[in-house]
């Protein structure tokens, strides 16, 4: 399926859910929106999704901000890694990240870091519970070592950044219809990204939507980002209490723009701060069964 205007525009009218239970479910709880934390720092590239001009809300925060509100969130958007002290991160929900590189130092974007405490205290709380929803560069942020074991972040996020060949157009299977936000999606669909090849999967993921690999230019020069077989796009997993969601799009401002995608993170957001119920029972091996295969 090819994501035209006009199939955007019925997603949209539809109410972007794909499900009716999932829409009573928003109706019944919007007198207690939940807060959610949208950190949006660069310690390397910036993104233009999330760059800001002066003052003014980058394109990713508003729309995450407006869908928010209209679905029973309370989005407070930003760069400053203090928000994540101990006596400040448990006001939040849940968290919401499109951001690159090391959090705990200035970085390109020189704003305030996040503390080695803050970073604690923030994996911490998904343990003990709060919802995490990350977008495309999520995965390229707290790196690991080349030797020895996965940072923390990478651990609970469910997988790792390895590099990415040139935006294209690339056919996304749906592993799990049933997920909130899904549906609308169909059983495949087509769509122009920035599309990341991953390594350092957990092997508990609940797989969503599959990177079609037989679909995509695999060979750019040296680059062979894709010359592997098809691997996770989209996941869920359970991280102690806390509820983790990744999707590999958004880098591009018509993706965020898309009101499908739009749709994905509502659900998103729904399932990782409890409000909705959803099977994420790990199925990576049987999906994506030759998802760790990758080149070095």
Known sequence: MDLNRRQMLFAAGAGLLGSGS???????????????????KSSRFIHPVVQRKGDKLALAERILTEIGKEHGFEVHATKDGREFEPDKIGQWDGFVFETTGDLTVPGDDKSPPMSKEGKAAFLDAIRQGKGFVGMHCATDTFHSPEKGPLDPYIEMIGGEFIVHGSQQKSRIVVADPEFPGVKAFGSSFEILDEWYALKNFQDDLHVILIQDTGTMEKTEGSNKAYDRPNFPETWARMHGKGRVFYTSMGHR???????????????ALNWTTGRVEASVEPNVTKVTPGYLKHPS
């Open 22 to 40: 999932l829409s009573r479910a928003f109706a019944a709880d919007q007198g207690s929106p939940k807060k959610i934390l949208f950190f949006t």
């Open 253 to 267: 401002e018509d993706v965020w723009e898309n009101p499908l995608y739009q749709g994905l993170l509502i659900g």
